[in-house]
């Protein structure tokens, strides 16, 4: 039986986790919550899972939730809040395994405290490994703490790569959807509204990463993630457009082999693979092969898609350009969804940032924070 810490469990991966942890009650149990701001889903969750703690964004809102289970005479489940109550769901000496799925990089610390103390992590929170990967990387390796990615593509990656060893791989490709601008004219990028960009074709997902994948950044972010949890330089990583989001990924070897890997597009495979590995459970998560007809393949518009050279550039450079990436088009795309800026405005604000920022590669989680704060300053004041 494997206990979990769910890290940003009201959102879409911690939402999914918990279904799969429904489908498997012989294989999983809930140990603790990090569940955000949404205290009426927070209280739901606590009601029907009983975890021994449950960490709310706030003080107010983690007296809200205390309240609420009193009321309903439930007893025996700890509330806490802010980054100490994250870190607290992390470390919990209950929790065997710990799925990392906070939005941005408000799960970094709690991801870090969660491999020091020796616990297993589910990855579904690529602004870590973009912000902080090669000290995540390098304490995982030490401690001998496997990271197992949830990101469909990586979760792609890791399972082609089971098959060949490190030396073997020549280049590993992440497919893109694309997003629903791919075959816009470029002259009529400037005048995407929020409502388009919050439509895509294929998967459902929050908000920032919709339109990080109606900018490519999201890719971008995959890029410079891949590099980090397979150890390879951005020059053996490429990307290619793929509209179905059939095949989640693929790994080329050195022999001129491809594997690719094709699942559904839901996100409770990868979070079964990375809860499961190294086993493989009997799921309904089903594909329909008979019913494929045919699988596009087309290369990535630079043009149309600045962010994608941005995040090459960043890639390169690694450390605080890598962390600049993430922040500043965290901001930016805020700023577009207030309507401050237009969607061209995006790549344009990362830009602007990152060629304001100072080459450095933090070797603390404080030092990437601060980091992290200093672009979104940069960003911020580009944005109003
Ligand atoms: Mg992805």
Redo the contacts with the bound molecule.
């Keep these: 039986m494997k206990r979990l810490a769910i890290l940003g469990s009201t959102g879409s991966i911690g939402q999914s986790t918990l279904s799969i942890v429904e489908q498997f009650p012989e294989r999983y149990t809930v140990a603790t919550l990090a569940a955000g701001r949404n205290v009426d889903e927070a209280y739901a969750q606590a009601l029907r899972w009983r975890p021994k703690l449950v960490s709310m964004a706030t003080e107010e809102l983690a007296s809200d939730l205390s309240q609420r289970l009193r009321k309903a005479g439930v007893t025996g489940i700890e509330v806490a809040h802010g980054t100490a109550g994250t870190v607290a769901c992390s470390t919990h000496p209950d929790a065997d395994f710990v799925v990392s799925a906070i939005v941005g990089v408000a799960g970094l610390e709690a991801t870090h405290a969660a491999i020091l103390a020796g616990k297993p992590v589910g990855l579904a929170n690529?602004e870590c490994m973009v912000a902080a990967g090669e000290i995540l990387t390098r304490a995982a390796r030490e401690r001998n703490v496997p990271i197992l990615p949830i990101?469909?593509?990586?979760n792609a990656v890791h399972q082609c790569m089971r098959v060949g060893t490190h030396a073997e791989v020549k280049t590993i490709w992440l497919t893109a959807s694309g997003g629903p601008f791919r075959q816009l004219p470029l002259e009529q990028f400037a005048a995407i509204t929020p409502e388009q960009a919050l439509k895509h074709p294929t998967w459902v997902m929050g908000r920032r990463i919709t339109i990080d994948s109606a900018t490519m950044l999201?890719k971008g972010l995959?890029i410079i993630e891949a590099c980090r949890l397979f150890d390879v330089p951005p020059s053996q990583v490429r990307v290619t457009v793929h509209p179905q989001s059939t095949v989640h990924s693929l790994v080329e070897f050195v022999d001129g082999s491809i594997l690719a890997q094709i699942s559904v597009t839901d996100m409770r495979l990868p979070i079964l693979y990375a809860l499961a590995y190294p086993e493989r459970p009997a799921s309904n998560l089903t594909f329909d092969l008979a019913a494929l007809r045919h699988l596009d393949f087309e290369q990535p518009d630079f043009e149309r898609f600045p962010c994608l050279r941005l995040a090459y550039e960043a890639a390169e450079k690694g450390g605080a350009h890598a962390i600049a990436l993430n922040a500043a088009d965290e901001v930016a795309v805020e700023g577009f969804l207030e309507g401050r800026i237009p969607f061209t405005g995006i790549p344009r604000t990362i830009e602007a940032v990152l060629a304001s920022t100072p080459e450095a590669h933090p070797a603390t989680i404080a030092e990437v924070l601060a980091a992290d704060q200093l672009a979104r300053q940069m960003a911020r004041a580009l944005v109003a």
Excluded: T, V
């Design positions: 690529k990101d469909s593509e990586h999201n995959e």
